[in-house]
Every structure is written in structure tokens, then in C-alpha cells.
């Protein structure tokens, strides 16, 4: 299937591991310029490295989403000298904990990384966007969007609001010719799932094989996802083969969800 994004810009946050690297790497597989956003100036040289290149121009950006105003003004600044045709909203969720004990600052500062960021970024990149009559702007949340997940308590707040905030601007960005949808991905294999084993082996006392083997049995597929699935996911959300599909929630998650 030619997915025509040959020659496109896409700009993805949170690229140097995990989904986010995967997505980088399945849009330059298919003749995109990336443009890698990530706080570890080493780390996105080195991701900028390993992607395929074939006469491609892909770029780095450093900006630590702990720092709103920062990454604004990269942005701006950034669009004003390149037209970005796909936004990839993509960075690592907050710590577990109860929803109840957590701090108001623990929250204020996840509402900041998500919210505050993915709006930031869709307003640098969406006037090119309308003046083209064209754009996709494509947000990494979480299944908790449907079911929250136990122990993510602030995770399930943000990234609920996360996804009210999308569907949102998907009403008012729908005329432009510009999409809006949410990828929720299920347990993949990544450093936060990892993370999140060894948070649960030790509260509960067992192994982190007993751990995974019990997290994958509620899942109907029977595994974690890998990465690059949930990539070849958003592939498609920002093809042209997606261009009526506007405003949804994709849940990749193996079947994991009990609600439809």
C-alpha cells in the first residue's frame, strides 16, 4: 500500500526510545524527513543516525517537555523556517501511585509534559497546516483513556483530558483538512512497561517473570505489542489512505480492553 508520505515532514517528540523511536523509523522507512524532538542532545544524534536516509533530510530538535515555554519557542522558531505536515505528540508517562495520594504538583507538572506540550506544538505547527489545507496531528495517550489502568492515577487523569482536548480541536481543525486522532497504545515492550513490571514485583513480591506472565494473560493476544506496531498504527492515521478518519481513539492493545 503507498501510504504517499514520501517527501513529508514529521515531527515526533519523545523519539529517542520506545514508540516514539519506532515511529521516527517507520516514517523515514517511508521517505519522510524526521525531525526528532528529545532532551538527550546524544541520544537524537545518535537515533538521527540510524535512520533509513535516502537523500532525506532529517533534523534534531533538544527541548525538555519539563519546560513548556522552552519547547514553545523551539517550535515556533522551528516552524518558521520548515512546514511540518504530520505532528507525532509522543513523551513518557508519569510515575504509578494511587490517584488519591499523589500531589498537586505531581499533577500540574504531568498537565504541563502532556496537555500544555501537545498544545504548544499543534499551534506552532497548524497555521502552515491550513494555509496547505492539509495536516495530521497524531497523539500517543493510553488505553486508560477507555478503562483506567490501576496504580496510574495521575497518568489516567492527564491523559484523559489529554484526549477531550484532541477530539476537541479535531471539530475545529476537521474544515482545514486537518486530522486529529489518538493512537492508545495497550503494554509494549518498552522502558516504561519494564518499569512498570519491576514497580509491581515489588509491591507485590513476586518475580518479574510471574509479573509479566500474569500481565499478558489478561491480554486476549497473549503478548506485549513491540514498538513498531503501534508505529505501522500511526503510519496509517497519517496517510492519505486515512484522510475521513478524524477525531478517534485507536486502541492498540491486543484486544486488552473489556469496553468497546
Not at 505528540?89 to 504531568?110: C, F, M, R, V
Not at 499543534?122 to 494555509?131: E, G, L, N, S, T
Not at 486537518?178 to 513480591?205: D, F, H, W
Not at 500481565?215 to 484522510?243: N, W
Request: hydrophobic residues 40%; proline residues 4%.
Amino acid at each position: 500500500m503507498d501510504l504517499n508520505l514520501l517527501g513529508k515532514r514529521i515531527m515526533v517528540g519523545g523519539s529517542t526510545a520506545g514508540i516514539g523511536k519506532a515511529i521516527a523509523h517507520a516514517f523515514a522507512k517511508e521517505g519522510a524527513n524526521v525531525t526528532l524532538i528529545a532532551r538527550d542532545k546524544a541520544k537524537l544524534e545518535a537515533t538521527q543516525n540510524e535512520l533509513a536516509n535516502n537523500n532525506q533530510n532529517h533534523h534534531i530538535l533538544v527541548a525538555d517537555y519539563c519546560h513548556p515555554e522552552s519547547l514553545r519557542e523551539l517550535a515556533l522558531e522551528y516552524c518558521a523556517k520548515h512546514q511540518v505536515d504530520i505532528l507525532i505528540n509522543n513523551t513518557g508517562g508519569p510515575s504509578p501511585g494511587q490517584a488519591h495520594e499523589a500531589l498537586g504538583k505531581d499533577y500540574i507538572i504531568a498537565f504541563q509534559q502532556h496537555l500544555i506540550c501537545n498544545q504548544y506544538l499543534a499551534q506552532a505547527v497548524i497555521p502552515q497546516m491550513k494555509k496547505e489545507e492539509y495536516g495530521r496531528i497524531i497523539n500517543i495517550i493510553s488505553t486508560s483513556v477507555r478503562q483506567p489502568i490501576p496504580n496510574l492515577g495521575i497518568s489516567n487523569t492527564v491523559r484523559g483530558a489529554v484526549a477531550s482536548w484532541s477530539k476537541t480541536i479535531s471539530n475545529e481543525l476537521g474544515p482545514f483538512g486537518i486530522t486529529v486522532n489518538n493512537v492508545l497504545p495497550g503494554a509494549t515492550m518498552t522502558g516504561r512497561l519494564e518499569g512498570l513490571i519491576q514497580s509491581k514485583s515489588k509491591s507485590s513480591g513476586k518475580s518479574l517473570d510471574e509479573v509479566s506472565k500474569d500481565m499478558q494473560s489478561k491480554i486476549p493476544a497473549g503478548r506485549f505489542a513491540e514498538p513498531h506496531e503501534v508505529a505501522d498504527a500511526v503510519l496509517f492515521l497519517a496517510s492519505e489512505k486515512a484522510s475521513y478518519i478524524n477525531g478517534v481513539n485507536l486502541p492498540v492493545d491486543g484486544g486488552r480492553l473489556d469496553c468497546i
